[in-house]
């Protein structure tokens, strides 16, 4: 499936999530669903963040023009993720700030 299929498939099933019940979105988008559960569930999750989805498809086209390499993709994915998450949280001095991590719940920091 290419990344405009599934960039307008997740925006359809993110535009019917607050509408349809779960059953009714994945007998809709069944075949998305078998093939991608995770990013289906995702989609029909409003509170859940698509933040970065559309550069986590741009670089699976990059991978497919062969423009970049696994390795590439990854260090640009893993370098913006790091920069919002895992930065904020390291002190100047190299340690890990944990007045950081008040009010995240276990499945916020892990």
């Keep these: 499936m290419d990344t405009a299929t599934i960039r307008s498939i997740v925006s359809a099933i993110r535009a019917e999530a607050d509408k349809s019940s779960i059953r009714s979105l994945k007998d809709k988008y069944f075949d998305f669903y078998q093939n991608n559960p995770r990013l289906f569930e995702a989609a029909a999750n409003t509170a859940f963040p698509l933040t970065y989805i559309d550069t986590m498809l741009a670089e699976i086209?990059?991978?497919?023009?062969?423009?970049?390499?696994?390795?590439?993709?990854?260090?640009?994915?893993?370098?913006?993720?790091?920069?919002?998450?895992?930065?904020?949280?390291?002190?100047?001095?190299?340690?890990?700030?944990t007045s950081n991590l008040e009010g995240a719940s276990a499945s916020d920091t892990l």
């Design 61 to 97: 086209d990059k991978l497919n023009n062969k423009t970049t390499d696994m390795d590439a993709a990854d260090k640009n994915i893993y370098g913006q993720l790091r920069s919002v998450y895992v930065d904020p949280l390291i002190n100047t001095d190299g340690q890990v700030s």
